[in-house]
């Protein structure tokens, strides 16, 4: 695992378990931190940043800099699709395709990295893990978009993917020892609590017994999930 020595970096950060550990330990090898979330008009955002503010609050790392948030709506093109529509959300027993969200990275790049380049911030990290099944988390597309990001804007920019070789559970064991209870990983959020039942709530869920680490996240179901090595 390789994290950036760089003077200043800005993380794609969502509130979920990935992108909370790498913040904080990007905060230890980086001068400043810049943690930015960029809003699209999914259904559980407003969940995702009230616990995104919590948690960095709760660490208060100084080299962490206040959350910037960037607008890029994304409902005039997905329709109805479930991200914005919350019904068919993918359950705790889907398949992790099941939860593609089409352009993803793509489109959280596109403004950082103007954001990037307007406050002269040399790269952007995100926490796409091992196995993860999109064309968008390749490192083939995270060097290309650096380059094209580079030759548009005029400034070196490039993409940084520290996580891309550990598995979920193993990132848990890295940031056992932060709040993790207080990320927020759900895509059927029922009020301010995980939901329990859906695809990416099962997913925290293995993780952590993977990780034999406690899971202290409030959970308003908790379904049986069959051997976690094994889904």
């Known amino acids: 695992m390789s994290l950036s020595n760089g003077n200043k970096v800005a993380v794609l950060v969502s509130g979920g ?27 559980w ?3 995702e940043q009230h616990w995104m503010k919590k ?15 960037i607008a890029l709506p994304v409902s ?5 699709h479930w991200s914005t529509t919350g019904e068919s959300t993918p359950d705790y027993l889907s398949d992790d395709r099941e939860v593609y969200l089409p352009g ?3 489109l959280l790049l596109a403004k950082t990295c103007l954001y990037c380049a307007l406050n002269r ?6 926490g796409p893990l091992a196995g993860n099944p999109f064309a968008d988390s390749t490192p083939e597309f995270f060097s290309r978009f650096g380059e094209l990001a580079s030759l548009a804007l005029g400034f070196s920019f490039t993409v940084e993917t520290p996580f891309a070789k550990l598995t979920k559970a193993e990132v848990i064991r890295i940031g056992h020892h932060l709040p993790l209870e207080l990320s927020f990983s759900c895509i059927r959020p029922a009020d301010l609590n ?18 034999e680490v406690e899971d202290k996240t409030r959970y308003e ?6 051997d976690p090595e094994f889904h």
């Open 194 to 211: 995980h939901c329990g039942t859906c695809n990416k709530c099962a997913e925290r869920r293995r993780s952590f017994q993977v990780a």
């Open 221 to 226: 179901s908790l379904p049986p999930l069959g």
């Open 55 to 69: 948690f960095l609050a709760a660490v208060a790392e100084p080299n962490i800099e206040p959350l910037r948030e």
């Open 17 to 43: 378990l990935d992108s909370c550990v790498l913040a904080v330990h990007l905060a230890a090898r980086a001068r400043t931190v810049y943690p930015v979330y960029v809003r699209q008009g999914l259904i």
């Open 76 to 80: 005039d093109l997905y329709n109805e």
């Open 104 to 106: 993803r990275n793509l």
């Open 45 to 47: 955002e407003a969940v």
């Open 121 to 126: 911030i040399p790269s952007a990290a995100l």
